[in-house]
């Protein structure tokens, strides 16, 4: 059997898909894309998508399926791991007519999990790369092990935002679910274990014929 090379990952925020994400896309070849660190970049750069989004990223809200599916389009090529898209049905039935997929991870996580991990994360404002306090702290305090810049807090990674986030999550992205076990190529994993423990089993699950 050929290996998954078109993979979506799902989850709560916080379940360590960009973490994984990261990993498998080394590990298999191909690319990783981040919808959540696209639109952090426009808000960087100050660009027009970049303004619109804002307001709903520090909130915690969805941005606009119509947005999110213009950014994406045309980013996808032959092998990819799409970590935090499709949010919505609108957006798996777009991603439908854009590709086909190999499968679906599900990265699972409790709620009380989720906020325990999201408070302790930091992220570095230079190069985005991500930290926890928790697990992989840095090796100076507050400071990017790679590049050096200063690790902060994200704005969407406070108490309100964190309960919103997870809510909109419930209400909108567990019904994406139903939509990919219904194509047999849904298979779920347990977040609450180490990354390197989650990385072998998300490996082997994508090896494994479909569920
Ligand atoms: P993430 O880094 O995946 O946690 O995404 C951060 C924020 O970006 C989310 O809380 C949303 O406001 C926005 N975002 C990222 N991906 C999407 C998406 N597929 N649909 C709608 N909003 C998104």
Do not use: W
């Not at 992220?123 to 930290?131: A, I, P, T």
């Not at 309960?163 to 219904?182: C, D, S």
């Amino acid at each position: 059997m050929s290996a998954s090379r078109r993979i979506i990952l799902l989850g709560p925020p916080g379940a360590g898909k960009g973490t994984q994400a990261e990993l498998l896309a080394e590990n298999l070849g191909v690319e990783h894309i981040s919808t959540g660190e696209m639109l952090r970049e426009e808000v960087r750069r100050g660009t027009d998508l970049g303004r619109k989004a804002q307001g709903y990223m520090d909130r915690g809200e969805l941005v606009p399926d119509s947005l999110i599916i213009e950014m994406l389009g045309g980013r996808l090529g032959e092998g990819f791991i799409l970590d935090g898209f499709p949010r919505t049905i609108e957006q798996a039935t777009a991603l439908d007519r854009l590709t086909k997929l190999d499968r679906a991870l599900l990265i699972g996580l409790a709620q009380d999990e989720v906020v325990r991990r999201l408070t302790a994360r930091r992220v570095c404002e230079r190069c985005g790369l991500n930290y926890n306090l928790l697990f992989h702290p840095p090796q100076v305090e507050g400071v990017c092990d790679v590049c050096g810049g200063k690790l902060i807090r994200r704005n969407d990674d406070n108490p309100e935002a964190i309960r919103r986030r997870y809510r909109v999550y419930q209400a909108e992205t567990a019904p994406v679910k139903e939509f990919y076990r219904k194509r047999s190529i849904l298979a779920e994993i347990d977040g609450v274990r180490p990354i390197e423990e989650v990385f072998r089993d998300a490996l082997d699950t994508l090896a494994g014929s479909a569920p």
